[in-house]
């Protein structure tokens, strides 16, 4: 069987990964093609390591060598310019007067995302259309012209490299943040702590608005203030100054809001969230939406030998949708790709067992891909503790009708709230039964520990909720309601469980890095790694106490 893969980011690398036996048994023959010249990397981590936090190893994410050894090939630095589905053909750009044509039996998209580039006087040129197929991998993601000297959309190693460059030859920067999402906080945070002079401008009232409530992301704001980060909320961004520097070049001076207010740095970092890379696929007559659009096994709505994983994907069944929608193209498509790293290595794992058992000739041995569910969203960012998931926006207030009985229609619904916002602590609990729907804890380490492990694994919450806020005391003791077993997932991203990194340190791991290489846990967004620690202190410690202790 030969299988085609357009993009080689970490999802793509995990596809190959996987379906690498089934390539040295000799049922498929796999061609990846990727528009970056080198390894797949983490882009999660890319943040990290464009302030110092991180390594250039920490990014690696597969063994590019090792797979060209057991027969993958691959053309990197390569652009895919038109997709013929009718003839079950790639065509490549070979050069400035023709194409190459790479013919499949199955092919799949792992073209990911890219960074959204926001509507501001200034950049009016460097916005990409967002169908437009380009020839030139080197410029897959560039409008009519590349972004001004001093402006980045930190979304590829270039990028991030060009930023860490910057910051080593001068750590005390002034850097303008636009955008307050989880991947700008979490960087503007890492760059104040690097000693960087940061402002994160954002057009909510409060940041990682999409994940917290308002008392919630007031606390976020407090607390990045009292480590050096100046925060602008209700700031709408409308132009880009430029100066020009000492060789006549036009470089970033300032950012101008609409009320006037002017945000002076060297470096714009724009966090403005992504969009998935549909172009080729559109191109090529396929259904997108705000992605691919494909079903539940990962393959597209319009072509059966076609499938898309990662953050180019939009799963939806089509039993879910009307018939309007199901046969209009033109009628957009409920939902949108998941934008998390974890989901789309599951895919990836999930896609390449069911291609290698199809051309292998076996019976199918994987059972139907699952919903994802709501994911916890950790902000990773020393001394400034977040971790929320679902919808914490509902009212405290909302159970209770005037009188101060129960609301109709709010039976076995239960907010719970505690705040001290002097003290930076924050915590928010949305119940139904006694079980977690959602939650937000800000400030207090312990307690969001425990309320991620109890909302994992949708475990009973004690009765008395104030039991919880007790984690983080002077005189705190275990609740025992979430504690681990050796079958609790640590790692979410990669499925780890806390048997499995146990297992891992007593096999000799004895570090952090050396049980990553070993299970991938702390591979992906690093959410768990505290937690990775905490087991593998336990597990090597002279007398190990059982990972549930």
Request: aromatic fraction near 4%; charged fraction near 20%.
């Amino acid at each position: 069987m030969r299988v085609a893969l357009i993009g080689y980011g970490p999802v793509g690398a995990r596809f190959v990964e996987e379906l690498l036996p089934a390539v040295e048994a000799g049922g498929v023959e796999l061609t990846v093609i990727g528009a970056e010249t080198h390894d797949a990397y983490n882009r999660v981590l890319i943040g990290e390591y464009a302030v110092g936090r991180a390594d250039r190893d920490r990014l690696e994410t597969t063994d590019t060598a090792a797979a060209a050894a057991a027969g993958v090939v691959f053309r990197l630095g390569a652009a895919v310019v038109g997709v013929s589905p009718a003839e079950h053909v790639v065509h490549l750009s070979s050069d400035e007067h023709g194409q190459e044509r790479l013919p499949y039996d199955r092919l799949v998209f792992a073209t990911g995302a890219r960074a959204n580039i926001p509507t501001l006087d200034g950049l009016e040129r460097s916005r990409r259309d967002r169908l437009a197929v380009v020839r030139e991998a080197g410029r897959l993601d560039e409008g009519g012209r590349p972004l001004p000297r001093g402006v980045i959309a930190l979304r590829t190693l270039e990028d991030a490299q060009v930023l860490r460059s910057r910051l080593e030859a001068d750590p005390a920067a002034e850097l303008v943040v636009l955008g307050a999402g989880v991947l700008g906080m979490e960087f503007a945070l890492a760059a104040a702590e690097a000693g960087a002079r940061v402002s994160v401008v954002y057009h909510d009232g409060v940041p990682m608005g999409r994940n917290l409530d308002q008392g919630a992301g007031r606390v976020l704001a407090r607390l990045s203030s009292a480590v050096g980060v100046a925060m602008h909320p209700h700031a709408r961004a409308e132009e880009v100054l430029l100066r020009d520097d000492d060789h006549g070049r036009q470089v970033f001076d300032g950012l101008v809001c609409a009320d006037g207010t002017v945000v002076r740095g060297s470096l714009l970092v724009l966090s403005c969230g992504v969009s998935a890379r549909t172009e080729l696929a559109a191109a090529a007559g396929l259904r997108v939406s705000a992605g691919i659009v494909v079903d539940h096994e990962l393959r597209s709505w319009t072509d059966p030998d076609v499938y898309a994983i990662g953050d180019c994907a939009q799963v939806v069944a089509p039993s879910s949708v009307a018939d309007d929608v199901l046969l209009d193209p033109t009628v957009r498509v409920p939902g949108a790709p998941s934008g998390l790293v974890g989901p789309g290595w599951r895919q990836a794992a999930w896609l390449a067992a069911r291609l290698a058992d199809e051309a292998l000739g076996l019976p199918a041995s994987v059972t139907p891909l699952e919903t994802e569910r709501l994911p916890v969203v950790m902000l990773k960012a020393d001394g400034v503790d977040v971790v929320a998931a679902g919808d914490v926006t509902p009212d405290i207030w909302d159970e209770i009708d005037a009188h101060g009985c129960l609301a109709h229609g709010h039976q076995g619904r239960r907010i719970s709230q505690w705040a001290d916002p002097l003290a930076g602590r924050y915590v928010k609990l949305v119940t139904q039964g006694d079980r977690l729907a959602a939650f937000v804890s800000v400030g207090m380490a312990r307690t969001g520990a425990e309320l991620t492990l109890l909302f994992e694994q949708g475990a009973p919450l004690p009765a008395d909720r104030s039991v919880l806020l007790r984690l983080d005391g002077p005189d705190a003791t275990p609740s025992g309601s979430g504690a681990l077993t050796p079958a609790s997932v640590v790692c979410t991203c990669n499925g780890v469980t806390a048997g499995r990194i146990s297992d891992a340190a007593q096999s000799g791991c004895a570090t952090l890095d050396a049980v990553g290489r070993a299970t991938r846990a702390g591979t992906g967004c690093g959410g768990c790694r505290d937690r990775v620690q905490a087991i593998l202190d336990a597990s090597l410690a002279p007398d190990p106490a059982s990972v549930a202790s």
